[in-house]
């Protein structure tokens, strides 16, 4: 696949339905609108969207999204997904710069995240934009079993 046609949005609380039936469409269990709302509206609460211009759908077509929430100097790049018809294209890539530059550009000098360790794809992402492995949740996710692995990032 090649890089998308696709621009970058600021995504708002009141879009919260939205956002979770496109959570949902990128993972098992979406995030429910009320605590999208809450992350999105709430201090700190950034909200991407990368969206498709030439999907004919008047009122945009987000593709995927990614969630970051900044406290004083830190950010955490909370969840980040792409439709899969739309992986291996470059969105993620472009998400996860944007919310690096988003939460530089309120003053964090450094951003965290959680993965599953078997994650290979996310996992490379990260690694490709410079995250580095800080820490290990043995058996963090109840579905699998899956150790989450901690990363983090200097943005100064």
């Known amino acids: 696949m090649t890089t998308p046609p696709m621009t970058l949005r600021q995504a708002k609380a009141d879009e919260a339905g939205g956002l979770s039936h496109l959570h949902g469409r990128c993972f098992d269990e979406a995030w429910s609108a009320d605590f999208i709302a809450r992350v999105v509206g709430g201090p700190g609460g950034i909200a991407l969207a990368a969206v498709d211009p ?10 995927g999204f990614a969630f970051v929430r900044v406290t004083a100097d830190e950010a955490e790049l909370l969840s980040i997904g792409v439709l899969p018809e739309w992986r291996d294209g470059g969105v993620g890539r472009l998400l996860v710069r944007a919310a690096i530059e988003r939460a530089r550009a309120t003053g964090a000098v450094k951003i965290h995240l959680e993965v599953a360790d078997d ?26 079993g899956a150790d989450a692995l901690t990363m983090a990032l200097d943005l100064i």
């Open 54 to 63: 030439d999907n004919g759908d008047p009122d945009g077509g987000d593709i």
């Open 119 to 144: 994650n290979h794809p996310a996992r490379a992402l990260y690694n490709a934009a410079g995250f580095r492995q800080v820490g290990r949740r043995p058996g963090y996710y109840d579905k699998t």
